[in-house]
């Protein structure tokens, strides 16, 4: 598990969870830009796709909610004359951003997963709120059924052990969240849930390392001491399933969407 204060080891991150990153070019195909436009990057982690966004001659200001993934961001890519990252809550975009001009697009990757179901609708009036009309607001998420084998492993191996889980995601469906996009005058052009089967990093440990980034609160209740033989359990129920060739093959689902804010 992370020592970090905010639970995210940035080195970590990019050493375990290239993938990220790398399915996140596939999101931004869905951006259509001009030199100069102004794209806001929800949940910029380490900054790699914001720098890469920057290549294409837009500016792009990157905000995430870890301080450690902004520290890293910083060092990693420097903040420039078109590039820029920002430590702050998704929740608190009007806050965040009351004196800057309204953005071309916002852009999420594998962010708004992590916001509770309760507060989504704060963050989704606050990119209304930041986009000029006619700006886009394209992201990716986990979907409805998104890593479902391994939460059911660990809920299976915790219950019967006398610990609580509970998931920290929402994984919407496309029916789910488009009326929200709606109710918010982002108007819906693309929206669909698909099976993405993903490779883990890490080989025989991928689905460990990948618990070790990202498994923190589904993790919660179980004490320091026994995390460590907790993981090896579920590993074990899922490694039949789940282990093939080698590799670790993630139960992956994503919800894809691009949206337009309407007049």
Not at 74 to 98: K, T
Not at 101 to 124: G, I, Q
Not at 143 to 149: K, L
Request: with cysteine; proline share 4%; aromatic share 8%.
């Amino acid at each position: 598990m992370s020592d970090e204060p905010d639970g995210w080891d940035a080195d970590r991150y990019d050493d375990q969870c290239a993938f990220v990153s790398e399915y996140g070019e596939r999101v931004t195909d869905l951006l259509d830009l001009a030199p100069g436009d102004r794209v806001l990057d929800l949940g910029c982690g380490t900054g790699q796709l914001a720098r890469r966004l920057t290549e294409t001659g837009v500016d792009v200001t990157g905000v995430d909610s870890s301080r450690s993934m902004i520290d890293a961001a910083r060092e990693r890519h420097g903040e420039r004359d078109g590039l820029r990252f920002v430590h702050g809550d998704a929740r608190d975009l009007p806050a965040l951003f009351e004196d800057a001009k309204p953005f071309d697009a916002v852009f999420s990757n594998a962010a708004l997963h992590w916001v509770p179901d309760d507060d989504h609708d704060a963050v989704l009036g606050g990119v209304t709120t930041l986009l000029t009309s006619g700006g886009q607001f394209v992201a990716e998420l986990g979907g409805r059924g998104n890593v479902a084998r391994i939460v059911d492993g660990v809920r299976t191996e915790l219950d019967t052990r006398g610990y609580d889980c509970e998931s920290p995601w929402y994984f919407p469906s496309v029916g789910e969240y488009a009326p929200r996009l709606e109710a918010h005058g982002l108007e819906v052009r693309r929206a669909h849930l698909f099976d993405r089967p993903t490779e883990l990093d890490g080989g025989a440990d991928g689905l460990r390392e990948w618990l070790a980034v990202f498994g923190d609160e589904l993790l919660a209740s179980v004490p320091d001491a026994e995390v460590s033989s907790v993981v090896d359990a579920v590993d074990d129920r899922l490694r039949d399933d789940r282990f093939h060739d080698g590799v670790w093959i993630a139960d992956y689902r994503r919800l894809r969407f691009r949206s337009v804010k309407v007049a």
